[in-house]
Structure formats: structure tokens, C-alpha cells
């Protein structure tokens, strides 16, 4: 055991403190745990940290501690070239898709099979919105127009009743409500 002599007493709980934080901090009880390559691969998933913690009977604070000091940045980094390569082979495959329904255009033509042709350019179709799908250049989420639905209606009603005992004001955004509305939901404000 080491013994220090202090030389005034006022040092003495400084000197505490840091001799707490030469002590050795607790080993990770995750880094210890048999099944630390599944914790870490379901923790690189994105599985919740209290998930995590009941599957392998650990604690939640212990998984978050790993997580945020063991889980080491190439193992992620690893996670997204994967989820990367995945997104390029599901593109190979829609492109092989294209090829094909090209080809069969093809010989349907050749064969003068107009309606077979036709059924070929409909899927070309929609092999060339998934793909598009697929790389973001259509968005597939629904676009909900405000302006028509009741509660804007009713929003709009009681702003404008607020606006009573100021006529001016009520005027102006009036103006403003049906100028932004003859702009469209997507028009510049100004």
C-alpha cells in the first residue's frame, strides 16, 4: 500500500481524488460476457440496448457502456459497407431484370407478337420507377396537401376571428393566406 504524507491538510481531499482515479476501473463485464460477438452484432444491428440486455442477461447501463467505449468504429463502418453492398447487389439485380424484359421486347417484335411487345414495355416501366425508387429520385412517401383538410380550415377560421378587433391585421394576412394559397403548398412564401 502506498502512503503519502501531505503537506498541508487543505490538499488532502484533492489528494484523494486522485488516488481514487489511479485505481483500476471495473473490467467490461460485456467484453468478458461468452457471447460478446452476438451482443456486438445485434448492438451494430440497431437492436435496443434494453433487448440487448434481457437476451444475454446483462445490464442495460452494461451494454450501453460497451456500446459507447468497446464497440470499436470499423465494426460499424463494416455494418455499412454491407448494407452498401446489399443496396448494389439489389440494383444488379433490377438491372438484370431491364435486361430481360428488353430482350423478350425484342424477340416479341421480331416475332411481330405486338401484344407480348407491350406487356414487355410495361414492365420496362416499372423496373425504371424502381430504380428510380431505389436511388431517391422518386419519393414514395405520400405528400398530404394542408389547404384542404378540416383542421387547417378550422386553424384558418380561428386566426381570423383573433384578428377581428384588428382589421388591419386581418386584412394583411387575409392577403398573405390567399396569396400563399394561389402560390400553391410548395411556393415561396415570397
Not at 463494416?78 to 448494407?83: I, M, T
Not at 440494383?91 to 424484359?101: F, I, N, P, R
Request: charged share 20%; with cysteine.
Amino acid at each position: 500500500m502506498l502512503t503519502v504524507h501531505v503537506a498541508h491538510e487543505k490538499h488532502r481531499p484533492l489528494l484523494f481524488r486522485l488516488a481514487r482515479n489511479l485505481t483500476m476501473p471495473a473490467p467490461c463485464t460485456i467484453c468478458q460476457h461468452p457471447a460478446r460477438e452476438a451482443i456486438n452484432q445485434d448492438l451494430v444491428s440497431g437492436i435496443a440496448f434494453r433487448v440487448v440486455a434481457e437476451r444475454y442477461s446483462v445490464s442495460k447501463a452494461a451494454v450501453y457502456r460497451h456500446n459507447q467505449g468497446h464497440l470499436s468504429k470499423p465494426i460499424f463502418r463494416a455494418q455499412n459497407l454491407q448494407d452498401l453492398h446489399d443496396a448494389d447487389d439489389l440494383l444488379a439485380k433490377v438491372a438484370t431484370l431491364e435486361a430481360d424484359a428488353k430482350r423478350l421486347q425484342g424477340l416479341a417484335e421480331d416475332a411481330g407478337d405486338l401484344k407480348s411487345a407491350l406487356q414487355a414495355i410495361r414492365e420496362l416501366v416499372r423496373i425504371v420507377e424502381l430504380q428510380a425508387k431505389l436511388v431517391g429520385d422518386i419519393e414514395s412517401s405520400p405528400t398530404v396537401n394542408i389547404l384542404v383538410t378540416a383542421e387547417w380550415t378550422a386553424l384558418r377560421a380561428v386566426i381570423l376571428q383573433a384578428l377581428l378587433p384588428y382589421p388591419e391585421a386581418r386584412t394583411a394576412v387575409s392577403a398573405a393566406l390567399v396569396q400563399r394559397n394561389s402560390n400553391g403548398a410548395s411556393g415561396n412564401p415570397r
